[in-house]
């Protein structure tokens, strides 16, 4: 089955710099790749997400790559603010066999002030 | 206008007790999940269910059963329940059943069990 790699497990930076979350995976077939933003005491909140078609993909301060022939991609979270603190995790499935989402073991960003 | 709800927030029980949580979806969404996550914040599938098929994580003990009345509705009933059962429960849904649709989480069920 899927296996997901997420790092770093806990990630501190100041407000207003450039936050980076890796993740790799390990089956080929998997193509779509979404990230969940958590905070605390709350539900997991899709904040963006790609395809395997797709190399890059950006959302406002939010930015997500993905490298397929390397089977890993990244979350770019620029201009941190302290409401960007919380657990970003990230995922991926395929249409195939096993149709399920296989989640990383997510990253704990605090932004300070 | 909530779109996937749960009940309850809270549950604290004692060991060897059976219980449910129950779940619902106002979005229309063919299919629904089921996922654990532990203390340490692991999210993992336990399962995923619509009309048509159940796709259960091999993990999973058999006390754990989901029970969909119909399309809106997946519970999770739980059977002789167990310390390590501990952990926050979240039902999700999402439109489509092959794993590439954007899903939906409930607001998470914490289970405590003494």
């Known amino acids: 089955g899927e296996n997901v790699e997420q790092h770093p497990s806990t990630l501190s930076v100041q407000e207003g710099d450039s936050a980076v979350i890796k993740c790799t995976y390990s089956?080929?077939?998997?193509?779509?790749f979404p990230w969940y933003k958590q905070e605390l005491g709350k539900r997991p909140q899709l904040i963006i997400d790609i395809r395997s078609n797709v190399g890059e993909k950006k959302d406002q301060r939010i930015a997500v790559t993905l490298n397929k022939t390397a089977k890993h991609f990244s979350l770019h979270i620029t201009e941190t603010q302290p409401e960007d603190s919380a657990v970003y995790f990230c995922a991926a499935s395929s249409s195939g066999s096993a149709r399920q989402l296989t989640f990383g073991s997510g990253t704990q960003l605090t932004v300070l002030p | 206008d909530t779109a996937v709800s749960q009940t309850p927030k809270y549950l604290v029980t004692q060991m060897g007790n059976d219980k449910s949580i129950k779940c619902e979806q106002n979005l229309g969404h063919d299919t629904m999940y089921w996922y654990k996550q532990d203390s340490k914040k692991f999210l993992k599938i336990m399962f995923s269910?619509?009309?048509?098929?159940?796709?259960i994580n091999e993990t999973v003990p058999n006390r754990f059963s989901p029970k969909s009345p119909d399309k809106a509705h997946l519970n999770l009933h739980i059977n002789s329940l167990e310390l390590g059962d501990s952990a926050v429960y979240f039902c999700?849904?999402?439109?489509?059943?092959?794993?590439?649709?954007?899903?939906?989480f409930g607001p998470g069920t914490r289970l405590t069990v003494l």
């Open positions: 999700a849904s999402s439109q489509g059943g092959d794993g590439t649709d954007t899903q939906y």
């Open positions: 089956d080929s077939a998997s193509n779509y």
């Open positions: 269910y619509n009309n048509k098929e159940l796709i």
